[in-house]
C-alpha cells in the first residue's frame, strides 16, 4: 500500500480500509466505528469501504479476525520461546493478557458476539479458534503428565486456564487490575 499526504493512491485498497479501521480501534470502541471515518482516514471516498465490506458489520467482523491472528500468533510465540511445558503454559497466558492490555478495543472485538459470533464464525475466523484450542489443548495435554499435575482432567484443566487467564485480562483492562499483577497470578495459578 502506498499512501501520501492527499491519501490513498496504489495498492490494497482493502488492506487499507482495515489497517485505517485498527487505527480508530486502538481509540474507540467497535462499537463507534463508522465506515465512513474509516474512509476518510484512509483518504477514500465514503463509499469505498462498500465496495469491500458490504457494511460495519463485515467489517469488523474481518478486524476481529485480524485481532484474533495476531492474539493466536503472540501466544505461539511466547510458547515456543519458553522451555519446559509449565513455563509454555505460563508464556501462553501472559502472552494472552499482555495482548489484551495492549490492544484493549481489538481484545473486546475478538470476543464480541455481534460481529465474531461463536455460533456461526466466518471460516477465516474457525481456523483460528481451532488452532487456539490445539495450542492450549495440546500444552494442557502435556501439563497433566507433569509432577503436580498428573491425573487432571485436561478439558476441565483448559477451560478453568482460559477463564481465569481471560478474567484476569479483562479485568485488567478495564482498569481493575494493573498489568504487573498478571506475571505472579500467572505463576500462582500454574506452578
Excluded at 466505528?33 to 458489520?57: K, Q, T
Aim: hydrophobic share 50%; net charge negative; glycine share 8%.
Amino acid at each position: 500500500m502506498s499512501r501520501s499526504a492527499s491519501g490513498y493512491h496504489h495498492g490494497n485498497l482493502q488492506a487499507a480500509l482495515e489497517d485505517a479501521a485498527l487505527d480508530l480501534l486502538e481509540t474507540t470502541s467497535a462499537a463507534k466505528i463508522s465506515l465512513r471515518e474509516v474512509a476518510r482516514r484512509a483518504g477514500v471516498s465514503h463509499n469505498a469501504p462498500y465496495h469491500h465490506f458490504g457494511d460495519r458489520a463485515a467489517l469488523l467482523g474481518a478486524l476481529g479476525v485480524r485481532g484474533m491472528a495476531d492474539l493466536l500468533a503472540a501466544q505461539e510465540a511466547a510458547a515456543e520461546a519458553a522451555d519446559g511445558t509449565v513455563a509454555k503454559v505460563r508464556a501462553l497466558g501472559l502472552a494472552y493478557v499482555r495482548y489484551a492490555a495492549a490492544h484493549p478495543q481489538g481484545f473486546a472485538l475478538v470476543f464480541d458476539p455481534d460481529y465474531c459470533g461463536v455460533d456461526d464464525p466466518s471460516s477465516d475466523m474457525a481456523a483460528l479458534i481451532a488452532r487456539n484450542e490445539q495450542l492450549l489443548g495440546g500444552l494442557v495435554t502435556q501439563l497433566v503428565t507433569e509432577p503436580g499435575f498428573e491425573g487432571r482432567d485436561p478439558m476441565a484443566l483448559s477451560a478453568a486456564l482460559w477463564s481465569t487467564v481471560h478474567g484476569m485480562a479483562q479485568l485488567i483492562t478495564l482498569g481493575h487490575l494493573p498489568l504487573e499483577a498478571a506475571e505472579p497470578a500467572i505463576h500462582a495459578l500454574v506452578r
